[in-house]
């Protein structure tokens, strides 16, 4: 059967679809990723470069430190461009390092004092303790709060407020775990400024440093129990206005 003018006039106009066509497209989206990780860093040093305008020439004391402590091995040794192939990595390595841990400061610094800056301080922890997004206790007209994790060390109560405000918190808290949990150890951690507090940049090293009394078997059962107290409180306004608490797993222990 002949085809009418129409449509072969119709098949003519649509593009040919070459199959080489794709490949233009995947190179740019090759082109569009690896952009992002360095832009990623760029960010994060501008971010910490604002907080700490020293970190410019740490990293580059880091750098220049390490190549130079290589070439002089290398000159010692008579093999100075093995020094340097070494010094370069390991001056950029140093670089990295020296901006990761200022990074670290200036997003703690960024957080200090707004609200819910305690419960995005626990994203930090190691493996090995559960926690709750959404705090234990809160007062909705003070927004004082109070968060828990669960650990070897027990139970910790991580709070954030003046002492005396929060304190109400605490003990109503510190009855609830009694009645559930008598043999287990309960701590409590005030973040802050003031006196017998603990800033917000130091919380999850306080926690870690605490001595280790359960069991990880223990600990999964611990949490189980004050789970079963099916506590779910709403996050008054302003709690984590930023969204600083780093995606990962509320629960590090499973």
């Known amino acids: 059967m002949a085809k009418s003018p129409d449509s072969a006039h119709t098949a003519a106009d649509k593009p040919k679809r070459s199959l080489f066509s794709?490949?233009?497209?995947?190179?740019?989206?090759?082109?569009?990723?690896k952009p992002g990780r360095l832009k990623q860093m760029v960010d994060i040093y501008k971010m910490t470069r604002r907080h700490d305008p020293n970190v410019t020439w740490l990293m580059l004391g880091a750098f220049l430190g390490a190549i130079a402590l290589c070439l002089g091995l290398g000159f010692a040794f008579n093999n100075w461009i093995t020094g340097l192939m070494v010094g370069l990595p390991l001056g950029v390595l140093g670089a990295l390092l020296i901006m990761s841990r200022r990074a670290e400061r200036a997003a703690y610094a960024q957080i200090e004092g707004k609200p819910g800056a305690a419960g995005a301080a626990l994203s930090a922890l190691k493996k090995g303790w559960i926690f709750d997004e959404q705090p234990a206790s809160v007062n909705p007209r003070t927004q004082d709060v109070?968060?828990?994790?669960?650990?070897?060390?027990?139970?910790?109560?991580?709070?954030e407020g003046p002492s005396t405000r929060v304190r109400g918190l605490v003990d109503a808290e510190r009855r609830r775990l009694s009645?559930?949990?008598?043999?287990?150890?309960?701590?409590v951690i005030e973040t802050g400024r003031g006196e017998g507090q603990v800033p917000i940049a130091k919380v999850t090293k306080t926690m870690n440093k605490l001595k280790g009394e359960l069991t990880k078997v223990e600990v999964s059962a611990v949490n189980k129990r004050i789970s079963?107290?099916?506590?779910?409180?709403?996050?008054?306004?302003g709690i984590d206005p930023f969204k600083a608490r780093p995606d990962h797993k509320a629960a590090r222990g499973r």
């Open 22 to 33: 794709r490949r233009p497209k995947d190179g740019a989206a090759k082109k569009a990723k």
């Open 146 to 159: 109070v968060f828990r994790a669960i650990g070897k060390p027990g139970v910790v109560l991580i709070t």
């Open 179 to 187: 009645r559930i949990l008598p043999n287990v150890t309960v701590t």
């Open 228 to 237: 079963s107290m099916g506590n779910k409180l709403p996050i008054p306004k």
